[in-house]
């Protein structure tokens, strides 16, 4: 698969995840904000924590240049998946693969 395709995953992935809890604009802010103000092992927050993670997986994802396919197709599935757990579990809507 294009790298391209990838990223654009990932991306919708995270923007769906946003989505579920609102705001998207203001839960990708505050997320950011915190990202840079301390590392996610600080946060104590476990939903914030997970949401920071995300964004740097998502961040690193997006960074890589030439890159491992399976890996990160591997990833970029995980990071799906788990978009749509976040997303069944606020929203109560079950989605369909």
Do not use: H, W
């Not at 920071?52 to 890159?67: A, D, K, N, P, S």
Request: contains cysteine.
């Amino acid at each position: 698969m294009a790298p391209s395709l990838v990223v654009e995953a990932i991306r919708k992935a995270r923007s769906a995840i946003y989505y579920s809890f609102g705001e998207p604009a203001f839960v990708e802010n505050v997320v950011r904000e915190v990202a840079e103000e301390t590392q996610s092992k600080s946060i104590e927050d476990p939903v914030l924590k997970c949401l920071v993670e995300i964004e740097e997986t998502v961040r690193q994802m997006t960074q890589l240049g030439e890159f491992d396919g399976e890996r990160v197709m591997k990833e970029a599935d995980s990071l799906v998946q788990l978009a749509s757990d976040i997303v069944e579990v606020l929203t109560g809507e079950k989605i369909e693969d």
